[in-house]
């Protein structure tokens, strides 16, 4: 079948030209990962023409890796190769007329694959018709052969491979959490400092996905900073270094830097290296090094510096309860950070609805402990956001209806990320992510509940998550006056809010407007 018959002149093939690049974005591009995406056809023309078609294509700064398989047999190996293919085009009817549907369910059911996304292309609709295709199989796009011209093509692999990144981020953020929160308990069960020290290193690289990656290096110091600190565990070229002193142990940089950074703590990320020191309660200071870790991405490295800064507290380790609440505490507050640095808005933002939340939930008469939980898991509400778009969640105007449609996904992404830990205050988060856009009238979102079916986790978390929101500016809007903001909680009284709550809410408004100044933007 000729793909191009019904092509449209305007529709010519699109060329990035090569020399357009700098050699600044030419240098970072080389160093990032390509784009993996499979082409799928028994027909060579096929394959050719896809490869003209994307030649010099790159999507968020990476460029394409295009592979190659003509038949069924060929992909399921290739599947076994190569474990982080982006996007599949995959061609329907090959040795068999649905070839390409029993790959489709091969790659989602079997290999319970759910994040490569897949493009079907089909020069034989009739053979599957997409509306019966799209509700059946778990496919991203369904194109027929000629409709599918260069800017059409361009068009599809562009929203794949950006839906392909954010769920990768999802996932990435979802194991940096589990792991975090794992290694902390370990970390903290363990009374012997070696041991410890040992397990920062092991937890670190595995939190970061270093543990492929053969030009790790890293090592973990520790002592009294009047006299010196000393290598408490190392690997690559420091696993044979324990013992040894950090002037006569570590290069001449990192000394410096810890020489600069003694007194007060800090951290600096060089080229491929990350130094931090941190002091500890009791007056240990440690010094945490990686090298080799050029590539780290902007939520690695926040998953890095919270890591390393709980392991400083964790070394004092006294009492085993209290530090546990405490360090799950400020990974909490500095994961919702990581979201709300996203959208432009102050860290403040967390922490106003967290006491808010403790405020109201406390004038209501909830007991102490499910009061503090709801403050310690408050911060995490939009946690989900991180699957939006940034251009969408920074948008300085009203958004369209698909736009809203898309950041409607925060509330279940962020119950999907939080509710796989069993601790109860990721389970608070949880609900708290899942409830805080639903109304009392049922027109809320995701679900529609109503009244006493939404938790009263989500009934508070709604009222200080819009007073929060009311009385800031945020990108698409100004602030209201405190006068406006009190009119629309008495209308929305019974309609988005539950009236109980509002009426606590209002009198003692006072209290929350008192929040807004003690952490102000
Ligand atoms: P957000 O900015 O934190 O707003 C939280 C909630 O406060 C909103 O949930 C809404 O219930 C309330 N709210 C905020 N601003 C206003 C307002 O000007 N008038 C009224 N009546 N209520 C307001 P909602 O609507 O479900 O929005 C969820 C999130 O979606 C917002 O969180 C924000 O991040 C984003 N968003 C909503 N509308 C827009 C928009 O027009 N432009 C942009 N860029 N983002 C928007
Ligand atoms: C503490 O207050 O005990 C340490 C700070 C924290 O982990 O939140
Ligand atoms: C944000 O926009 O990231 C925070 C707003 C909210 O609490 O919904
Ligand atoms: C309470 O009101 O103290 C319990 C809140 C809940 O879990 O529903
Ligand atoms: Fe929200
Ligand atoms: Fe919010």
Redesign the pocket.
């Known amino acids: 079948m000729d793909v191009k018959s019904n092509e449209n002149p305007d529709d010519e093939l699109v060329f990035v030209e090569e020399d357009s690049i700098s050699e600044d974005a030419a240098a970072a591009f080389e160093k990032k990962a390509l784009w993996k995406i499979l082409i799928v056809d028994d027909e060579e023309d096929v394959h050719e023409i896809t490869r003209i078609t994307l030649k010099g294509y790159s999507f968020d700064n990476r460029g394409v890796q295009l592979l190659s398989a003509y038949s069924g047999d060929e992909v399921k190996e290739m599947l076994k190769k190569e474990h982080d293919i982006a996007l599949i085009l995959l061609d329907v009817v090959m040795e068999k007329d649905d070839t390409g549907l029993d790959l489709v369910e091969h790659i989602r059911k079997d290999l319970k694959n759910s994040t490569v996304r897949i493009v079907l292309r089909t020069g034989q609709p009739g053979k599957a018709p997409e509306q019966e295709v799209i509700t059946k199989y778990d496919i991203n796009d369904y194109k027929t052969k000629p409709e599918f011209t260069a800017q059409k093509l361009y068009t599809s692999v562009t929203a794949c491979l950006r839906a392909y990144n954010n769920l990768k981020t999802i996932e990435r953020n979802n194991q940096g959490l589990q792991s975090i929160i794992r290694s902390t308990a370990i970390i903290f069960k363990n009374q012997s400092f070696s041991r410890f020290a040992s397990q920062v290193l092991i937890h670190l690289i595995e939190l970061l996905r270093l543990d492929s990656n053969a030009d790790i290096s890293s090592a973990y110091l520790v002592g009294m900073p009047k006299n010196s600190i000393f290598i408490m565990s190392g690997t690559g070229r420091y696993a044979d270094k324990i013992g040894m002193e950090l002037g006569n142990s570590m290069p001449r940089n990192v000394v410096d830097y810890y020489l600069k950074f003694q007194k007060n703590g800090g951290e600096t990320f060089l080229a491929d290296e990350y130094i931090g020191v941190f002091k500890t309660r009791e007056g240990f200071s440690s010094l945490l090094y990686l090298s080799g870790c050029a590539d780290l991405r902007r939520t690695e490295r926040h998953l890095l510096r919270i890591y390393a800064n709980n392991i400083a507290i964790g070394f004092d380790n006294i009492s085993l309860a209290r530090e546990i609440i405490n360090t799950q505490k400020e990974v909490i507050l500095t994961l919702g950070e990581i979201v709300e640095t996203r ?1 432009q808005e102050t860290a403040n933002h967390v922490t106003r609805v967290a006491e808010a939340c403790y405020l109201l939930a406390n004038k209501y008469g909830m007991d102490e402990n499910t009061t503090e939980m709801l403050r310690l898991a408050s911060p995490m509400h939009d946690v989900g956001k991180i699957g939006v778009p940034e251009a969408i ?3 300085p ?3 369209t209806d698909v736009e ?1 449609e898309i ?1 409607k996904h925060h509330a279940e992404t962020g119950y999907e990320i939080l509710r796989k830990s069993n601790r109860p205050i990721m389970q608070t988060a949880a609900i708290v992510a899942l409830q805080h ?1 639903e109304r009392w009238d049922g027109m809320g979102y995701p679900q529609g509940l109503s009244g006493e079916n939404i938790h009263i986790f989500g009934r508070i978390a709604a009222i200080a ?2 007073f929060d ?2 009385s800031h500016k ?4 100004e602030a209201w006056s405190i006068e406006k903001i009190i009119d ?1 909680y008495k209308s929305e009284s019974g309609n988005h809010f539950d009236a109980n709550l509002v009426t606590l809410f209002l009198m003692h408004v006072d209290e929350f407007v008192s929040i807004n100044k003690i952490f102000p933007d």
Do not use: E, M, P
């Open positions: 959208s969640l920074n948008k105007g009203r958004l809203f950041i856009h998550d819009v929101a009311l945020r990108c698409y809007k629309y």
